[in-house]
Structure formats: C-alpha cells, structure tokens
C-alpha cells in the first residue's frame, strides 16, 4: 500500500500528473487544490490514497493531509467512488465541507459540479456524526503560474465532461474579470457560473 510519494511533477494533464520518485514515474489522480499548489519543478509531497479493484490500481494524491482524510470519509458514503469524492473534495475545501455537513447545508453541497441533492442528503445523512471527530484548518488559497492558469482550467473543465472548444472560451471569459492572483480552483468556479449562463 502505497501511503505517500515525494518526487517532482513530470507531467501534468488534467487532474493527472506523473510523479517521478527516484526514476519511477507514479501516475496520480490529485484534486484541485493539490493541482493548484504545485509550482514548477520543486519536489512535491503528497499523502497517498491507493485504489485497488479487481482488474486495477490507481493512485489518489492530495496536498494535504485533511484532504485525503475527507476523501476517504467520502468513500464510505454508499454510491461515492473515488473519482466522485475526488471531485468533492475538488469543489469545497475540508472546513466548509465540515461545516456544511453539520449545518445540514445540502444547498452549499449541490452546488458541487456532479453532486445532485439526493447525494448531497445521504452526505448529510451518513456522515454527520463521522466529521465531528475530524478538525480541520481551512488556510488562505495558494496561487498558480499565470501562464498555466488558463491551461489547467481548460484540462479541469475537459475533465468534468466539456468539449475543449467549449472550455477553452469560457476559461478565457472567466479569467478575464480575474486577477493574476486567482487560484485554479476559484477559476473553476468562475467558469462553472459562466457556463451555467449559457
């Protein structure tokens, strides 16, 4: 079982990157935060989350420890498999997830891409008393490379499902009225609200 990997970023498509560890190349699935924090070729450190099934292995990675935690809380929610708690954990950090649990909030969960109110209600449901037990800090939003920005938000967009020649004038559209501050995963939202509109 695979727990953690440290290496630097060869590759990165999408929600996917390949980490090389010492010449070996790990193919992992990392959420948008984690994709947001990455910066250049400087060694990264991810806590692992290994998915073995029948006929294959696939690596879950996350910046930060909290992260990885929710997305295995996710998992024992009946119906969520790894890319959906992925893509949760994508589209609201651990405090506001926390707390939106607690609060019963179904409303802020539904407005995670993919995530339909009978979802958002058995999140509420099964796991209310599981999320007490977890603190989490949420901290202030990390920023990317401006010359990447508008790439990783097509690649992220694409990987939601949309055509690139729809993601790439949207991500345009939504990183205009931003500033070169923005982190990846409020550019997403953006883009979602822009795509909402048409």
Same mark, same amino acid.
Request: no cysteine; aromatic share 6%.
């Given at each position: 079982?695979?727990?953690? !990997? +440290?290496? %630097? &970023? *060869?590759v990165r498509n999408g929600s996917r990157i390949i980490v090389d560890v010492h010449g070996v190349g790990y193919d992992v699935w990392v959420s948008l935060p984690t994709l947001? #924090? !990455?910066?250049?070729?400087?060694?990264? *450190? *991810?806590?692992?989350?290994?998915a !073995?099934?029948?006929?294959? !292995?696939?690596?879950?990675?996350? #910046? %930060? #420890?909290?992260? %990885? +935690? &929710?997305?295995?809380?996710?998992?024992?929610?009946?119906?969520?498999? $790894?890319?959906? #708690?992925l893509n949760i954990v994508s589209g609201i950090s651990p405090g506001r997830f926390r707390d939106a649990v607690l609060q019963g909030d179904a409303g802020r969960l539904t407005a995670i891409p993919g995530i339909g109110r009978k979802v958002a209600e058995r999140l509420l449901v099964e796991l209310k008393e599981k999320i007490k037990k977890l603190p989490f800090e949420d901290s202030s939003p990390t920023t990317?490379? $401006?010359?990447?920005i508008e790439d990783d938000l097509v690649s992220s967009l694409v990987n939601l499902g949309y055509k690139e020649r729809q993601a790439r004038p949207v991500a345009r559209a939504a990183l205009a009225g931003a500033g070169p501050e923005i982190s990846l995963t409020d550019a997403v939202r953006l883009a979602l609200r822009e795509l909402a509109k048409s």
């Open positions: 079982m695979i727990a953690s !990997l +440290r290496g %630097k &970023v *060869l947001d #924090a !990455l910066n250049g070729d400087d060694e990264v *450190l *991810l806590h692992i989350y290994t !073995l099934r029948e006929n294959s !292995l696939e690596l879950f990675g996350f #910046a %930060k #420890a909290e992260e %990885k +935690r &929710v997305f295995e809380i996710l998992l024992g929610v009946s119906g969520i498999g $790894p890319r959906l #708690a990317s490379l $401006p010359g990447r």
